[in-house]
Antibody, heavy 119, light 110 residues
Framework: QVQLVQSGAEVKKPGASVMVSCKTS????????VHWVRQAPGQGLEWMGV????????NFAQDFQGRVTLTRDTSTSTVYMEISSLRSEDTAVYYC????????????WGQGTLVTVSS | QSALTQPASVSGSPGQSITISCTGT?????????VSWYQQHPSKAPKVMIY???KRPSGVSNRFSGSKSGNTASLTISGLQAEDEADYYC??????????FGTGTKVTIL
């Protein structure tokens, strides 16, 4: 059973960058799509983007294009999500989740990482 | 893409059935049989309950069922139980490796 473990909470100032990690125990990320979803306080889920099994190809929702980077370290079975130019509206819990290729559903999910952007 | 539209809240008594709707467009819900539903309890990660419109992952109760007609998908929970009280989100493939979530529905057990 694949499990995803994310890095701990972060507090950042506006304009800074943050990197959140998502580590798998079990099958390699090379066999999965890795999606990122965020949830602002008291709000709904928002799909951000996906890293393809190649570890190179990505796709992002329009709101995140150019500001979010997804990378993978195969040696540590870890995927990284970096957001630049943080603003207060980026305060949210960020989740990673895997998708077996071309199945269209996300399972399992990481436990979530709270990123707080505050001056 | 805009978020799929769900009712903000739905409630029911134990043992009753409720249905949550999820309305999109022909570019997402209506265009693909790739609609999934997620249950989220407070401060927990979402859990998939339905995929491919109407399929249940292993371990999910058969009290949960899904369907779709045109641009609207639906999740039905029958025999409501206390542990079903949670937020529910639909999610649809939107083409070109894009996905979109619904606005979310809070289910309350009366």
């Amino acid at each position: 059973q694949v499990q995803l473990v994310q890095s701990g909470a972060e507090v950042k100032k506006p304009g800074a960058s943050v990197m959140v990690s998502c580590k798998t125990s079990g099958n390699s990320f090379s066999n999965y799509y890795v999606h990122w979803v965020r949830q602002a306080p008291g709000q709904g889920l928002e799909w951000m983007g996906v890293l393809f099994p190649s570890g190179i190809e990505t796709n992002f929702a329009q709101d995140f294009q150019g500001r979010v980077t997804l990378t993978r370290d195969t040696s540590t079975s870890t995927v990284y999500m970096e957001i630049s130019s943080l603003r207060s509206e980026d305060t949210a819990v960020y989740y990673c989740a895997t998708e077996v290729p071309n199945t269209g559903w996300f399972d399992p999910w990481g436990q979530g990482t709270l990123v707080t952007v505050s001056s | 893409q805009s978020a799929l539209t769900q009712p903000a809240s739905v409630s029911g008594s134990p043992g009753q059935s409720i249905t949550i709707s999820c309305t999109g467009t022909s570019s997402d819900v209506g265009g693909y049989n790739s609609v999934s539903w997620y249950q989220q309890h407070p401060s927990k990660a979402p859990k998939v309950m339905i995929y491919d419109v109407s399929k249940r992952p292993s371990g999910v109760s058969n009290r949960f069922s899904g369907s779709k007609s045109g641009n609207t998908a639906s999740l039905t929970i029958s025999g409501l139980q206390a542990e079903d009280e949670a937020d529910y989100y639909c999610c649809s493939y939107g083409g070109s490796s894009n996905y979109v979530f619904g606005t979310g529905t809070k289910v309350t057990i009366l």
